[in-house]
Every structure is written in structure tokens, then in C-alpha cells.
């Protein structure tokens, strides 16, 4: 998963998100009408605008389902029983591969 949004801005559209997940928007809004924890506010137009703390849980489902293979119904489950838990998890999981990606570039360097 390589995700780049820049981290100083306080919305994403849904196609800022799917294109940051490499996914199309429609499973993005799928996504939003399945998990509770997705809340984004929106726009007059009526534009999903997701906020830092969506795409942190964004990256949560994704990693569920896509990378750990869960079904939408294990997800659900998995987020309401440990979500505290899980989302430790997987920030420590993706501050060791931010640290191994340096690692390399560095190995590469010399």
C-alpha cells in the first residue's frame, strides 16, 4: 500500500483517496456506506470530503481486506471488537516498514 496525501490538508476528495489507495471511487463509497467509522462531511454538491482521521481508518479497512483478506463482515467485526487494539497494531506495522524503506535507501546509497 503507498500512500501519499499531504498531511497538512484537512480534506480529501474521494478521488484524492482512491487514487492514493489505487482503488476506483466506487468502492470508496462502497466502503462508506458498509463501516461505521468512515464519516466524511459533505459538500453542497453533495462530494464525500474525507477528513485525515477517514484515511486513517481508510488504511485500516484497507489492510483488512485487501492485504489480510477479510471479508466486509469479519472487518466490521474485527473494528468493533478491537479497534484500539488493531489500529496500535497497524501503526506500529507501518512505522517498521516506513523504517525498513529508509533502511534500504540508505543500504542503497553506500
Same mark, same amino acid.
Given at each position: 500500500?503507498h500512500?501519499?496525501?499531504s498531511?497538512?490538508?484537512?480534506?480529501?476528495?474521494?478521488?484524492?483517496?482512491?487514487?492514493?489507495?489505487d482503488v476506483?471511487?466506487?468502492?470508496?463509497r462502497?466502503w462508506?456506506?458498509?463501516f461505521d467509522?468512515l &464519516?466524511?462531511?459533505k459538500?453542497?454538491?453533495?462530494n464525500r470530503?474525507f477528513?485525515p482521521?477517514?484515511v !486513517?481508518? $481508510?488504511k485500516? %479497512?484497507f489492510?483488512?481486506v485487501k492485504?489480510?483478506?477479510?471479508?466486509?463482515e469479519?472487518?466490521?467485526?474485527?473494528?468493533?471488537e478491537?479497534q &484500539?487494539k488493531?489500529?496500535?497494531k497497524?501503526?506500529?506495522?507501518?512505522k517498521?516498514e516506513?523504517i525498513r !524503506?529508509? $533502511?534500504?535507501? %540508505?543500504k542503497n546509497?553506500?
Amino acid at each position: 500500500m503507498h500512500i501519499e496525501l499531504s498531511p497538512n490538508k484537512r480534506y480529501y476528495s474521494i478521488g484524492e483517496v482512491a487514487k492514493a489507495f489505487d482503488v476506483n471511487a466506487s468502492l470508496i463509497r462502497f466502503w462508506d456506506k458498509e463501516f461505521d467509522i468512515l &464519516k466524511p462531511k459533505k459538500n453542497a454538491k453533495g462530494n464525500r470530503m474525507f477528513t485525515p482521521e477517514d484515511v !486513517t481508518n $481508510l488504511k485500516l %479497512i484497507f489492510h483488512l481486506v485487501k492485504e489480510r483478506g477479510f471479508t466486509l463482515e469479519g472487518a466490521k467485526t474485527h473494528l468493533k471488537e478491537g479497534q &484500539k487494539k488493531t489500529l496500535d497494531k497497524f501503526e506500529i506495522i507501518s512505522k517498521l516498514e516506513t523504517i525498513r !524503506t529508509q $533502511l534500504t535507501n %540508505i543500504k542503497n546509497e553506500l
